[in-house]
Every structure is written in C-alpha cells, then in structure tokens.
C-alpha cells in the first residue's frame, strides 16, 4: 500500500504570500541602501549600535541583490513543488473517481 503524503495547500499558499510580502518589503527597505537607519541608530548609546551600523554598512548593493535573488528564487520553488503536488493530487482524484 502506497504512503500518503498530506500536503496543506492553503498553508504553504499562505507562507508564500508572505514570503513575497517579505521580499517586497525588503527590496523597498534597502533600495537606497541601509542609510536611514544607519542615520537612526547615531547617537544612540548601546553595546550593539556600533556593530549594527557596521553590518548595515557592509550590507552593499552585490550583497541585498544576492540576499534577495537567493530568497526570491527559494520562494519560487516551494510555490512551484506545491503547485504540482496539488495538480498530481487533482489529477489522481479525477482518476481514482473515473475507476
């Protein structure tokens, strides 16, 4: 007997919808680089800021366009692996119900 694979299409619909949000919202949060918030974090006094702003600066654009395509196209993916899932599940059902 064949193992049954439960997918919840609605849920991973729903995670790659956010996740898309998160890509835009990232791609609109560094379009001019980290400077807004590097701005905002002078003059405040933490053990952190300094190491912040550093990461922030070291972000450049190679890095954000890398970040992005990399978690773009992972996203990409696990749409596609659930649309299919979901197509071969339509498809045996029409089958099994044609039997």
């Known amino acids: 007997m064949a193992e049954k694979i439960k997918v919840n299409h609605t849920a991973v619909e729903t995670?790659?919808?956010?996740?898309n949000?998160?890509?835009?919202?990232?791609?609109?949060?560094t379009a001019n680089g980290f400077d807004g918030a590097?701005?905002?974090?002078?003059?405040?006094?933490s053990d952190y800021v300094d190491k912040l702003q550093r990461t922030l600066e070291c972000l450049?654009?190679?890095v954000k366009e890398k970040i992005s395509k990399s978690i773009t196209k992972?996203?990409?993916?696990?749409?596609?692996a659930s649309n299919t899932l979901?197509?071969?599940?339509?498809?045996v059902g029409e089958k099994i119900e044609g039997e």
């Open 15 to 19: 995670a790659v919808s956010n996740m």
């Open 60 to 62: 450049n654009s190679k």
């Open 86 to 91: 979901k197509s071969v599940d339509q498809q």
């Open 21 to 29: 949000k998160a890509i835009k919202n990232y791609n609109e949060l």
């Open 38 to 45: 590097i701005e905002e974090l002078d003059g405040m006094n």
């Open 74 to 80: 992972y996203t990409n993916r696990v749409e596609k």
